[in-house]
T-cell receptor
Framework: GAVVSQHPSRVICKSGTSVKIECRSL??????MFWYRQFPKQSLMLMAT?????????EQGVEKDKFLINHASLTLSTLTVTSAHPEDSSFYIC??????????FGQGTRLTVV | GENVEQHPSTLSVQEGDSAVIKCTYS??????FPWYKQELGKRPQLIID?????GEKKDQRIAVTLNKTAKHFSLHITETQPEDSAVYFC??????????FGTGTRLQVFP
């Protein structure tokens, strides 16, 4: 099946700094990628839809200035958590879909802000 | 927008028994319903999916049923094994639109 690679898998950063997470589709082109956030023992909450070559579409309640999304190519989308705070600590995971078929998820990134 | 509800939140069964997880969705235009299995700290993996033109789909010990009229779909796992223990998520979407996930069911299979 298709492979989506997410990097880094774990990151610890200091409060106030920014962290960039990369999501790559390794063997297919993804015009659309999705970013989710998952708290412990909770579901995947969609944060935003990343569209190649255009602005991301954010879900209600997600701060677009805090969670910057860039989808500059058909195989790469990045999520930057700006001015991170402890409450931003979470498991962030991306996915990409082969048009009309299943979504393939990255490995996820566990962010800890200290 | 779409809203997906999932029940139960936790489910404990004895090895060999069956497990059933149910989901309901709100948007009648949704036409794609996948089920994902997520083990602790790992990415969700698709285990089975169904489209709105089909009422039932089976893959070995796993089956999914869809009732479009009632807007609900269910996951059935037969002859459960300890390795089936994980969190299961249902989801719904319209074509290539975003997936909306249910709240998840933590399944524990006791030997």
């Amino acid at each position: 099946g298709a492979v989506v690679s997410q990097h880094p898998s774990r990151v610890i950063c200091k409060s106030g700094t920014s962290v960039k997470i990369e999501c790559r589709s390794l063997d297919f082109q993804a015009t659309t990628m999705f970013w989710y956030r998952q708290f412990p023992k909770q579901s995947l909450m969609l944060m935003a839809t990343s569209n190649e070559g255009s602005k991301a579409t954010y879900e209600q309640g997600v701060e677009k200035d805090k969670f910057l999304i860039n989808h500059a190519s058909l195989t790469l989308s990045t999520l930057t958590v700006t001015s991170a705070h402890p409450e931003d600590s979470s498991f962030y995971i991306c996915s990409a879909e082969l048009s009309g078929t299943e979504a393939f998820f990255g490995q996820g990134t566990r962010l800890t802000v200290v | 927008g779409e809203n997906v509800e999932q029940h139960p939140s936790t489910l404990s069964v004895q090895e060999g028994d069956s497990a059933v997880i149910k989901c309901t969705y709100s948007d009648s235009a949704s036409n794609y319903f996948p089920w994902y299995k997520q083990e602790l700290g790992k990415r969700p993996q698709l285990i089975i999916d169904i489209r709105s033109n089909v009422g039932e789909k089976k893959d070995q010990r796993i089956a999914v049923t869809l009732n479009k009229t009632a807007k609900h779909f269910s996951l059935h796992i037969t002859e459960t094994q300890p390795e089936d223990s994980a969190v299961y998520f249902c989801a719904a979407s319209k074509g290539t639109d975003k997936l909306i996930f249910g709240t998840g069911t933590r399944l524990q299979v006791f030997p």
